[in-house]
């Protein structure tokens, strides 16, 4: 799928969603750009930064085996 990104005046926003909601379910999706999406988008674009600038902090398979054990202990008992 394709993904494209608009931004309509809210005189026409209706008429858009009415003709986009004649699609199938796999023809289109609408992503609705709430305040949630953009703020996980916000945050996915930091930590690829921080990636790509080589400031992100890595840790082994184990030392996550670890830390997720160690959170299972703590509300299992």
């Given amino acids: 799928m394709q993904t494209i990104r ?5 005189n026409i926003y209706k008429h858009i969603m009415w003709f986009l909601s004649k699609f199938k379910k796999d023809e289109l999706l609408v ?10 988008q916000q945050y996915l674009q930091k930590e690829l930064a921080a990636i790509e600038n080589g ?6 398979i184990n030392e996550l085996d670890r830390d997720l054990q160690a ?5 299992e008992a």
């Avoid at 992503?31 to 996980?40: A, G, R, T």
């Fill in 6 to 10: 608009l931004q309509v005046n809210s």
């Fill in 31 to 40: 992503i609705e750009e709430d305040q949630e999406f953009l703020s996980i």
């Fill in 55 to 60: 400031e992100a902090e890595f840790i082994t």
């Fill in 71 to 75: 959170t299972i202990d703590k509300y």
